[in-house]
T-cell receptor, first 110, second 116 residues
């Protein structure tokens, strides 16, 4: 079955860049997504990338996709304390359901 | 209005109780979803309604009973739950849930359920 893997934890200093990595297994996924979840809240869609793209930039967020290696990354430039949250990557399976990774907890130190 | 509203925010219930979780959206979305999220885990899909019809049931136990009274409302009726059912229950909606488009899933803040 489909599987999405992420590292569990990342700690960065405020102002530095953060890079959160994700690997997935379903090569037929049309879109890949990044969601952010703050404590006690639902998931917020941050950005997504179409599978025929290598890169997408949206303000402080840069998504890189290596389709050959099935590797997705999210780079947050100038990370702020408000960016502290859990970040989930997700792929679509063949029936268009989202398969989430286990989430990466980002801690931004002042 | 881009909100998905869930009530209540917190719920504590005994194993013999019957309770309901409610979800509402006014974005004109025709697909609505229930997810279950255990602590430090990703959300797991439970049910999908598309155009008010149940389209996906991820083999969820019958003690969870979804209902979609109209296109804006989604309920989850709970009966005879077990302590291991304690989790954050998230509702989401999207345009129509039937195509692999860049459909955005809009999530509510969830109901934190504790079963004693």
């Amino acid at each position: 079955g489909e599987d999405v893997e992420q590292s569990l934890f990342l700690s960065v200093r405020e102002g530095d860049s953060s890079v959160i990595n994700c690997t997935y297994t379903d090569s037929s996924s049309t879109y890949l997504y990044w969601y952010k979840q703050e404590p006690g809240a639902g998931l917020q869609l941050l950005t997504y990338i179409f599978s025929n793209m290598d890169m997408k930039q949206d303000q402080r967020l840069t998504v890189l996709l290596n389709k050959k290696d099935k590797h997705l990354s999210l780079r947050i430039a100038d990370t702020q304390t408000g960016d502290s949250a859990i970040y989930f990557c997700a792929e679509e399976d063949s029936s268009y359901k989202l398969i989430f990774g286990s989430g990466t907890r980002l801690l931004v130190r002042p | 209005d881009t909100e998905v509203t869930q009530t209540p925010k917190h719920l504590v219930m005994g194993m013999t109780n019957k309770k309901s979780l409610k979800c509402e959206q006014h974005m004109g979305h025709r697909a609505m979803y229930w997810y279950k999220q255990k602590a430090k885990k990703p959300p797991e899909l439970m049910f999908v309604y598309s155009y008010e019809k149940l389209s996906i049931n991820e083999s969820v136990p019958s003690r969870f009973s979804p209902e979609c009274p109209n296109s804006s409302l989604l309920n989850l009726h709970l009966h005879a739950l077990q302590p291991e059912d304690s989790a954050l229950y998230l509702c989401a909606s999207s345009q129509d849930g039937t195509a692999a488009t860049n459909e955005k899933l809009f999530f509510g803040s969830g109901t934190q359920l504790s079963v004693l």
